[in-house]
């Protein structure tokens, strides 16, 4: 008997721990199965939307020739490396900044001029003062990037709770230990969410960029499968950008849980 309740109760772990994954099959299989559906169908030119067997198809073409893997492997390094520079730029003055309300009342004018001007736009001054090659496209991404870490940084401490600074002043805190102690503390949940938004516009702005110069790159691949009308290249491009930074986020989220380990999420449960 006892063995026969520690069976059912395995099984009902595993059924548990399986469903979450299960769950996140539904949408994808059944978006899978309509364009399916719909291509086998003939309701849309194959040059406007080939099948799922073509972009597979392509795929491994793309694959066993090198070709998805170049492309690919450029644009990731640019986007680590203007991810990495807003990482640093943004967290920094987002902090200076929210600690410091000398250096708010003397930046903020500036940056908020700054912010919603589309990081494309930059693009014709970007080529002129780095060239077509790395350095444009490294700028654009970093400028795409540093804009949603630092609103979030700087939200973040703007988050403090004021009952812990009347506290720290009531025993007289130094203010490096109050910061290191509550303020960055505090925060760090608002700058885990704003590297995690940074990286999606990375994204968008290294294919942007790569777009409009170079010849390397998921941009260029996109450019001139377009081109080319080779829509099954297109969508391998696009998928293979939605993978990756799937898969970076994912990285960033598991850090996240690492570090915030005091916070727990609502989930709806």
């Known amino acids: 008997m006892e063995m026969a309740l520690k069976i059912a109760a395995t099984y009902r772990d595993s059924l548990a721990?399986?469903?979450?994954?299960?769950?996140?099959?539904?949408?994808?299989?059944?978006?899978?199965?309509?364009?399916?559906?719909v291509t086998a169908a003939g309701l849309v030119k194959p040059i406007l939307l080939p099948s799922p067997l073509q972009v597979l198809e392509a795929f491994q073409a793309m694959a066993v020739s090198g070709e998805l893997a170049a492309h690919l492997g450029a644009s990731i390094v640019r986007v680590l490396e203007g991810f990495a520079l807003a990482a640093v730029l943004g967290v920094g003055l987002g902090l200076a900044l929210g600690?410091?309300?000398?250096?708010?009342?003397?930046?903020?004018?500036?940056?908020?001029?700054?912010?919603?001007?589309p990081p494309i736009a930059w693009l014709p001054l970007a080529i002129l003062w780095f060239g077509i090659e790395e350095g444009s496209k490294v700028f654009i991404i970093t400028l795409g990037a540093f804009f949603p870490i630092f609103v979030n940084v700087l939200d973040g401490v703007r988050q403090t709770d004021h009952k812990f600074l009347e506290l720290a002043r009531v025993l007289e805190v130094p203010k490096g230990k109050f910061v290191a102690k509550v303020v960055i503390p505090g925060a760090l949940p608002f700058i885990a969410a704003g590297l995690r938004i940074g990286l999606g516009y990375a994204w968008m702005c290294v294919v942007a960029a790569e777009l409009s110069a170079g010849m390397t790159g998921?941009?260029?691949?996109?450019?001139?499968?377009?081109?080319?009308?080779?829509?099954?290249?297109?969508?391998?491009?696009?998928?293979?950008?939605?993978?990756?930074?799937?898969?970076?986020?994912?990285?960033?989220?598991?850090?996240?849980?690492?570090?915030?380990?005091?916070?727990?999420?609502?989930?709806?449960?």
């Not at 539904?26 to 309509?34: G, I, M, N």
Request: aromatic fraction near 8%; proline fraction near 4%; charged fraction near 20%.
């Open 99 to 117: 600690i410091f309300p000398l250096l708010f009342s003397l930046a903020d004018g500036i940056i908020q001029l700054m912010r919603p001007i």
């Open 17 to 37: 721990a399986g469903l979450p994954c299960w769950k996140k099959a539904v949408v994808p299989a059944v978006l899978l199965a309509v364009w399916q559906a």
């Open 218 to 269: 998921i941009g260029y691949m996109l450019t001139d499968a377009r081109a080319l009308a080779q829509t099954d290249r297109v969508l391998v491009g696009m998928l293979a950008i939605g993978v990756v930074g799937k898969a970076m986020d994912g990285a960033l989220r598991v850090l996240e849980k690492r570090v915030v380990r005091w916070k727990t999420a609502f989930t709806g449960e």
